[in-house]
């Protein structure tokens, strides 16, 4: 018989899609196009476990089922090939991070090839090769060279900037920029020296020098990202971290924050990643308003929405970094603030945002004088303020903030209560009335929150105190790290210290050999190891590198034209790919690689290299596989595990063992004592016979030792089996165990389909020519229309589930006719390319699969000739009666009264009623 062999056809078709380059993309005009991405993998040592596959076998089967539907189908893989792991690999080895990588690489595409992906490996990216961030480099020179003109809403170069300096210096100009620029004029600029003029256009730059607030980890000798950081540790390795100002390139995105909100209303991404998005670039309308220092010519200014909530200000509260901490801070007070600062600079920016239990801080001992009253408000530090949001200071309106409340009441500040028709928002419930006065909002009694905050912001304006603002919580992206496996920024300091970009012709500037991986024994970042590193053999190179997400913001540009050497990309490949269809990644990129992809794609635009500023249609954020931990019961004190069910009975210790010798619960005793050496001589007290472990589900994780590696599910089951699960498993978006009970359903299923073709004697490959009968054309139509429509959901686990269904009924049926079956080949080819492949040939196809047309429904052969009415007699169903669908009423209900075995149940009396619900029921009351 022949049987199916997954192992022998999986490797032949995947030697064939090889060596026929079955996949190769060109830019064909004839046909739409289709993008479809995957956010690249960092190679790591591990290699993949079966969740990583999860999006990319989603995003292959779109791919294969936009093929079938004519299009002309873009879907690259490529690898963001920089990383901290591989650097901190280097310091501990001495190897050099190319060569780990270059490893890692080849475990994943050994791991992505069995699994039968429809990739066009002849478009392979990887971030760490000079080739590739030759043009990285490149861009980072064009926003160097680039300033926002807040006019034109749109990105310019900076040559026409300097030109407006030259003719009217800057007071003309609407840009974005420093809040401390200058106003100079045309004489002033022509003044200025060489060095002052670059100082004044670094304020203007689209990427900047600038002294900034970062995560600063000592041990690891690098700054890291907010995402890097977690409870004040580095993510990697668990080392302190602490905020320091260092002179860091940072990119100006806040110039595109409106463009950023506004692009949200033309993505298909989900609500609650928009919402993310939002949230992140933190849009907010009120006021600026300035607080003098009492016994000081200093004015603290503060940003806020609801500035006509300010009589309710009891204190104010400064961030632990705001430059004026020392001069703010009373002699009394010194030594109480310095050790306050330095705790709060071991938490990270969103470590202080998302919590909202912990209250700390401490008295400056300066006072403010609040504008309206005059009275004294007392200036405190205070961790959830954030210097880089507003202006690092807050006016607290205990009444009105839910933060400044915990904060009063911990402290045992003032909190003046509400009173009907004044301007907090919190209810005199939530207070005690006792702890201040009644709040006297004068101008403002008796207005709305809408009449009163504008009325509030004017008063302010009137009095000169402060102005209207609009202010964004997202802030300029630090783009230096103190690494060395990262790009070389392309930038020298010449003799004055001005940094300047290179030429053009000397890109890519490669990273340079060094002894060693991690910083100079004076501070520097490693790259100040390199010997005879100089431009032109002489100007110092910037010694930072970029950050992770430099490559990774338009890579997906470069698939377009990867070979390309003489741009990223040639501008008829940029115009008839355009952007990405479908893009399928984890929602942890959401506030940054998504943020700052979009960034650059508008950048881009606005220099006239792309025809869209957004560069992804649609996202789709897959869920994540968990694992599914199996553990033994081990009796307290003794060698004896304990199953299961009997652990009650004995005082035991929980322990996980590997699932690799766990099939279905039941554990591999002799594997178990030869897993370990503490595990030889393990006792077993079973439960008919065999030894049952528990569960639970938890991430999948080694020390969980509940890590599933794809390549054993493939050698045991084959990768359309393993394709066609992980899809089974649930929706795509959601989270989900994986549990390899149910993978034999699917393995068997794919067996049933097998069969479908194999029906003659012997299981030789049989097929027949006959017309398909009305009920085996009602089966195949009704399958295309399902599994059609579930696709244009990306409801992947329904469309298996009709599959199931479809080749139930038509095994049922015993149905082996050519007409029925090769439109299912052609159907189930995305899911289970390597099958269907086989079977394609055998029905005599010369071409791929991949070639195929998919099947078109036609409802004419789902429609109903007629139907089965259920009918009840006295409440109680007698009878099933066929009936032509398109009978009327009266027709249904002559028909059924002369059933014989509905006559049988009326004993032949007239009915008192009788009830037709068309295409439900027939009720008889007799």
């Not at 971030?127 to 809403?153: K, V």
């Not at 992140?280 to 309308?285: A, E, L, N, P, Q």
């Not at 940094?499 to 490669?510: Q, R, T």
């Not at 015993?814 to 029905?843: G, N, Q």
Request: with cysteine; charged share 30%; net charge negative.
């Amino acid at each position: 018989m022949a049987e199916y062999n997954y192992k022998d056809i999986e490797a032949k078709w995947r030697k064939y899609w090889q060596d026929s380059q079955t996949f190769r993309t060109g830019t064909d005009k004839s046909k739409p196009k289709y993008y479809v991405l995957d956010m690249f993998p960092y190679p790591s040592g591990a290699g993949l476990h079966v969740g990583h596959p999860l999006g990319y076998i989603a995003s292959d089967i779109v791919s294969r089922y936009k093929r079938l539907q004519g299009f002309n189908v873009l879907h690259p893989m490529g690898f963001d090939s920089f990383g901290l792991p591989a650097e901190q690999y280097a310091i501990q080895t001495g190897q050099h991070p190319a060569k780990t990588t270059e490893e890692n690489i080849a475990r994943y595409k050994e791991q992505l090839g069995i699994i039968g992906f429809s990739y066009d490996w002849e478009r392979e990216v990887r971030t760490s090769s000079p080739d590739y961030y030759r043009w990285t480099q490149w861009i980072f020179m064009q926003l160097f060279a680039s300033w926002y003109d807040n006019d034109a809403d749109k990105a310019k170069d900076i040559d026409d900037l300097i030109k407006i300096f030259e003719e009217s210096g800057n007071q003309s100009v609407n840009a974005v920029c420093d809040e401390e620029t200058p106003s100079f004029t045309a004489e002033a600029w022509k003044g200025m020296s060489r060095k002052e003029r670059a100082d004044i256009l670094m304020m203007y730059r689209l990427t900047y020098l600038s002294e900034t607030f970062v995560n600063w980890c000592p041990a690891l000798g690098t700054v890291l990202a907010n995402d890097e950081v977690k409870d004040g540790l580095s993510e990697r390795g668990g080392h302190p971290v602490e905020r320091k100002e260092m002179l860091q390139w940072s990119m100006r995105i806040s110039a595109y924050a409106d463009r950023l909100l506004e692009g949200l209303d033309r993505v298909d991404f989900s609500e609650s990643l928009k919402e993310m998005q939002r949230n992140w670039i933190g849009k907010s309308y009120g006021c600026s308003v300035k607080f003098q220092v009492e016994e000081s010519d200093r004015k603290l200014e503060v940003f806020t929405t609801r500035v006509d909530t300010i009589f309710g200000v009891t204190f104010m509260t400064i961030a632990p970094e705001h430059e004026l901490i020392d001069e703010l801070t009373t002699d009394s007070q010194r030594a109480e603030v310095e050790a306050y600062v330095e705790k709060a600079k071991n938490r990270s920016e969103r470590d202080r945002m998302t919590d909202v239990k912990t209250v700390s801080g401490v008295f400056t001992g300066s006072y403010v004088k609040h504008p309206f009253t005059d009275e004294k408000v007392p200036l405190w530090v205070a961790d959830y303020v954030l210097s880089g949001y507003g202006t690092g200071v807050v006016m607290a309106v205990p009444c009105s903030d839910t933060r400044d409340y915990a904060f009063a009441k911990h402290f045992e500040l003032p909190i003046i209560p509400i009173q009907e028709g004044k301007h907090c928002d919190i209810t005199q419930e939530d207070f005690d009335p006792k702890a201040g006065k009644m709040v006297n909002s004068g101008f403002l009694d008796g207005m709305s929150v809408e009449e009163a905050v504008p009325a509030a912001i004017n008063k302010v304006e009137e009095m000169g105190i402060g102005q209207a603002k609009v202010n964004f919580k997202m802030r300029d992206a630090v783009f230096s790290r103190q690494r060395y496996w990262g790009e070389p920024v392309p930038v020298y300091f010449d003799n004055e210290g001005v940094a300047e970009l290179i030429a053009e012709d000397k890109l890519p500037l490669i990273l340079p050999e060094i002894d060693e991986y991690k910083p100079t024994e004076t501070g520097e970042p490693p790259l100040g190891r390199a010997k005879d590193w100089k431009y032109e053999g002489q100007y110092g190179y910037e010694l930072s590198t970029m950050p992770g997400w430099a490559g990774s913001s338009w890579y997906f540009l470069r698939y377009m034209d990867p070979k390309n050497e003489n741009e990223f990309a040639a501008k008829e490949e940029l115009d008839y790919w355009q952007d990405v269809d479908l893009y399928i990644g984890g929602a942890e990129h959401a506030t940054g690689h998504l943020l700052y992809s979009r960034f650059w794609s508008k950048f881009l635009f606005d220099k006239g290299y792309l025809k869209v500023d957004e560069p992804f249609k649609k996202l789709i954020n897959q869920g994540m596989i968990q694992g599914r931990s199996s553990f033994v019961y081990r009796v307290n004190g003794t060698n004896q595990y304990v199953s299961y069910n009997l652990r009650k009975d004995y005082e035991v210790t929980p322990l996980h063992v590997d699932v690799s010798i766990v099939d279905n619960d039941i554990l591999d005793t002799e594997a178990f004592k030869a897993w370990r050496p503490d595990y030889t001589d393990a006792e077993f007290i079973l439960e008919d016979g065999k030894y049952v472990c528990g569960s639970e589900v938890e991430k999948m994780s080694k020390s969980k030792y509940n890590v599933v590696n794809p390549d054993d599910i493939v050698e045991r089951y084959g990768a359309d089996t393993f394709r066609l699960y992980e899809m089974f498993l649930g929706p795509l978006e959601q989270f989900k165990p994986w549990n390899t009970n149910g993978i034999d359903g699917v393995h068997k299923f794919l067996k049933k389909f097998w069969r479908l073709f194999h029906s003659g004697n012997d299981g030789e490959f049989t097929l027949s020519e006959e017309e398909p009968t009305k009920e085996e054309l009602k089966i195949l139509h009704g399958a295309i229309k399902s599994v059609s429509d579930y696709m244009d959901r990306y409801a992947f686990n329904t469309c298996v589930s009709s599959f199931m269904i479809c080749v139930n009924e038509l095994t049922s049926k015993k149905c082996a006719k050519r007409s029925v079956l090769e439109p299912l080949v052609a159907m189930l080819s995305p899911f289970a390319p390597h099958m269907a492949e086989e079977l394609w040939a055998k029905l005599g196809h010369k071409e791929s699969v991949v070639n195929a047309e998919f099947p078109k429904y036609e409802e004419k052969y789902l429609k109903e000739d007629s139907f089965e009415y259920p009918v009840m007699v006295n409440g109680k169903m007698r009878a099933k009666v066929s009936i032509p669908a398109d009978a009327s009423k009266d027709e249904i209900q002559s028909v059924a009264l002369s059933d014989e075995r509905v006559v049988k149940w009326t004993e032949g009396k007239e009915p008192k009623r009788v009830i037709v619900v068309p295409k439900k029921i027939v009720n008889v009351v007799v």
